[in-house]
């Protein structure tokens, strides 16, 4: 399982988060961050290619894998990619 987070500039109304399915979309000023938990990173590149395709500029993109661990504690650790 992997956890995306893509950071796009500017602000996208709710519309389009149809175009984005599976993903949550919040707003930080005039950054719109799209985020989700995904199995494989084909679903992750074909959300990207959408977002490269309708002009939009990707600030950031963070994928990390998650890996859960036992421990004594019950942490959840994820291995950055």
């Given at each position: 399982m992997?956890?995306?987070?893509?950071?796009?500039?500017?602000?996208?109304?709710?519309?389009?988060?149809?175009?984005?399915?599976?993903f949550n979309?919040t707003?930080e000023?005039?950054?719109?961050?799209?985020?989700?938990?995904?199995?494989?990173?084909s679903?992750?590149?074909?959300?990207?290619?959408?977002?490269?395709?309708?002009?939009?500029k990707?600030?950031?993109?963070?994928?990390?894998?998650?890996?859960y661990?036992?421990?004594?504690?019950?942490?959840?650790?994820?291995?950055v990619?």
């Amino acid at each position: 399982m992997m956890k995306c987070e893509i950071q796009i500039w500017g602000q996208l109304n709710t519309g389009w988060l149809d175009s984005f399915e599976n993903f949550n979309m919040t707003q930080e000023g005039n950054i719109t961050i799209l985020s989700g938990i995904f199995e494989d990173q084909s679903r992750i590149r074909g959300v990207l290619n959408r977002v490269l395709d309708l002009n939009m500029k990707v600030v950031k993109l963070s994928i990390v894998h998650l890996e859960y661990l036992s421990s004594s504690e019950g942490e959840c650790y994820g291995k950055v990619d």
